[in-house]
């Protein structure tokens, strides 16, 4: 396939970081060291989660920044921001309009100056890459591997990281929330990498750091399997000889 995107336009700010980014990590007692396996198949293309997975999740730093910028208690400030990012993510509102629904949550109003505040921090609190993962990305590209990518991800934070990374390019499918329509676990946004890429369900290996994320798209027919680290990542792929760097 050609290296695209396959955006679609839609309002510009989702950060469908009910993704990689909602704050409940839980990943059960499973390791996420072993591939969940169904018969008949063998993928040959990677779908990549990025956040938790190629980028970090928020410093405690960048989230303490978010909270001074809305100058609100921490705990209903994300009851709040989490309660309302899922249609963030998914390009259903723009950053203005987020915020202005966070500071309506709290019972209070965010003026213009301090939702730009809010934005910027909120970028800067998602900016974090592992440098590791973005080398595995780099050799799993130049050995000639499928590998796309599925984000939940809002508008800005998205044109941050095109500005900034080049290392997206690697991606022949790149699925942002906020352009694709749907954020994880809904079932729409596997469907549309599926479509994007022009292949069945068992052909692909789909890597996130998130359980529900991961059993979603089983549930869809991929393959799943549960990041922890690139390590034990890496000794996953060595087990498929087609996905191997």
């Known amino acids: 396939m050609n290296d695209t995107t396959h955006h679609t336009n839609r309002p ?9 980014h909602s704050h409940s990590h839980s990943h059960g ?28 999740h928020q410093s ?11 100058g609100v208690p921490e705990a209903p400030f994300w009851e709040a921001y989490w309660g309302l990012r899922q249609p963030y993510d998914r390009g259903d509102v723009i950053g203005s309009g987020y915020w202005r629904q966070v500071a309506d949550a709290l019972g209070t109003g965010f003026k213009p100056e301090r ?15 592992d440098d590791t993962m973005v080398t595995l990305i780099g050799e799993l590209a130049a050995s000639g591997r499928r590998i796309a990518l599925l984000s939940n991800i809002p508008e800005e934070l998205a044109v941050h990281y095109e500005e900034r990374h080049a290392w997206l390019k ?6 942002f929330s906020c352009r694709i329509g749907h954020a994880k676990p809904e079932p729409g946004a596997y469907r549309w ?19 529900e994320n991961v059993r979603a798209a089983e549930a869809g027919g991929l393959r799943g399997h549960l990041f922890t680290t690139p390590a034990a990542l890496r000794e996953a792929l060595r087990k498929e000889p087609r996905l191997s760097a």
């Open 170 to 175: 690697h991606f022949q499918v790149r699925a």
């Open 60 to 70: 405690d730093a960048g989230r303490a920044r978010l909270v001074a910028a809305a």
């Open 193 to 211: 990498c599926l479509d994007a890429l022009g292949t069945e369900a068992g052909r692909v290996l789909f890597v996130d750091d998130r359980e």
């Open 29 to 56: 007692d499973d390791p996420g060291d072993t591939l969940r396996t169904t018969p008949g198949t063998t993928p040959d293309i990677l779908l990549f989660d990025m956040f938790g997975v190629i980028a970090r």
């Open 12 to 20: 510009a700010d989702s950060h469908n970081h009910s993704h990689s």
């Open 115 to 129: 939702i730009a505040r809010l934005i910027e921090a909120d970028i800067a609190s998602w900016s974090g890459v």
